[in-house]
């Protein structure tokens, strides 16, 4: 069974940069096909795709977001990361990592139970 | 940007049939991306529900059941229990500038 854990800092000032870790367990983050994402939720909000890092390494993110984002991957600690720059109160959110899965319309069959990260100062 | 849309609740009473409808465009749905769902417990992350649009995953009552037409899918619980009273997401592909997956505005399920 895939699981997936998040982990970082729940409190981050503004203008500073956010950076979330998420390990896996019971799977490779090298195993072909899968494409692991950063998803976010604001309080009482939809789900916001943030981006993704696949098992070759390849990255696509939210044009919305592109510029301030960053995933990055090792295969060493099996887990993939998420760096947000200059975040401001907009990005106070709870960040989930889960794992996309299929070729046509990738899906998110594991999530992590997610982590709440807080702009402020 | 709002790329799928979901009204924003839904409810019934139990044992009864509810629909959660999401439309797209024809730069999602409408292009042929196959539609997933997820239910969201409260205080919990989001569970793959449907994928596939019609597909159930292991494990996901048959009372939960997907469907797919033109620019829009829907979502129909059956047999409605107070176990169903969560949030819904669907969740697609779009090939516009909106990003690659997208996912609809949510639907709250209150069993009355």
């Known amino acids: 069974q895939v699981q997936l854990e998040e982990s970082g800092p729940g409190l981050v000032k503004p203008s500073q940069t956010l950076s979330l870790t998420c390990t896996v367990s019971?799977?490779?983050?090298?195993?072909?096909?899968?494409?692991w994402s950063w998803i976010r939720q604001h309080p009482g909000k939809g789900l916001e795709w943030i981006g993704y890092?696949?098992?070759?390494?390849?990255?696509y993110y939210n044009p919305s977001l592109k510029s301030l984002v960053t995933i990055s991957l090792d295969k060493s600690k099996n887990h993939f990361s998420l760096k947000l720059s200059s975040v401001t109160a907009a990005d106070t959110a709870m960040y989930y990592c889960?794992?996309?899965?299929?070729?046509?319309?990738?899906?998110?069959?594991?999530w992590g139970q997610g982590t709440l990260v807080t702009v402020s100062s | 940007q709002t790329v799928l849309t979901q009204p924003p609740s839904v409810s019934g009473a139990p044992g009864q049939r509810v629909t959660i409808s999401c439309t797209g465009s024809?730069?999602?749905?409408?292009?042929?991306?196959?539609v997933h769902w997820y239910q969201q417990l409260p205080g919990t992350a989001p569970k793959l529900l449907i994928y596939?649009?019609?597909n159930r995953p292991s494990g996901v009552p048959d009372r939960f059941s997907g469907s797919k037409s033109g620019t829009s899918a829907s979502l129909a619980i059956t047999g409605l229990q107070a176990e169903d009273e969560a949030d819904y997401y669907c969740?697609?592909?779009?090939?516009?500038?909106?990003?690659?997956?997208?996912f609809g505005t949510g639907t709250k399920v209150t069993v009355l």
């Open positions: 889960a794992r996309g899965f299929g070729v046509v319309t990738p899906l998110f069959d594991y």
């Open positions: 596939g649009n019609n």
């Open positions: 024809s730069s999602n749905i409408g292009a042929g991306y196959d």
């Open positions: 019971g799977g490779s983050i090298s195993g072909s096909g899968y494409y």
């Open positions: 890092i696949s098992y070759t390494g390849s990255t």
């Open positions: 969740q697609s592909y779009d090939s516009s500038l909106s990003g690659l997956y997208v």
